[in-house]
Nanobody, 121 residues
Framework: QVQLVESGGGLVQAGGSLRLSCVVS????????MGWYRQAPGKQRELVAF???????NYADSVKGRFTISRDNAKSTVYLQMNSLKPEDTAVYYC???????????????WGQGTQVTVSS
């Protein structure tokens, strides 16, 4: 059974930075594409960024140039470095395994508990 544990969220002022981590167990991590999602109150969950097994990356327009996704296969961990944070980045952030196909990412049904990111103005 695949398990995902997100961490690294917190409260930060606008313009600040956070780095999220997601540790994956129960799968061959290096074979997986990985995605980061977020869900703000009253909104649908949205894809923020994903990274293929070959480390090709793709970002939502709203975070391009500010967020960076990376992976460490030796640690079975995917990261999301978030810089120049804005109040509209406030959400619960989730990672997931999935399948990357060009600019598309299809998530598996393996959701962790998420980590809360709150950006104050």
């Amino acid at each position: 059974q695949v398990q995902l544990v997100e961490s690294g969220g917190g409260l930060v002022q606008a313009g600040g930075s956070l780095r999220l981590s997601c540790v994956v167990s129960g799968s061959i991590f290096s074979h997986n594409a990985m995605g980061w999602y977020r869900q703000a109150p009253g909104k649908q969950r949205e894809l923020v960024a994903f990274i293929s097994s070959g480390e090709w990356t793709n970002y939502a327009d709203s975070v391009k140039g500010r967020f960076t996704i990376s992976r460490d296969n030796a640690k079975s961990t995917v990261y999301l470095q978030m810089n120049s944070l804005k109040p509209e980045d406030t959400a619960v952030y989730y990672c997931n395994t999935g399948l990357s196909m060009g600019v598309s990412f299809v998530p598996d049904n393996n959701w962790g508990q998420g980590t809360q990111v709150t950006v104050s103005s």
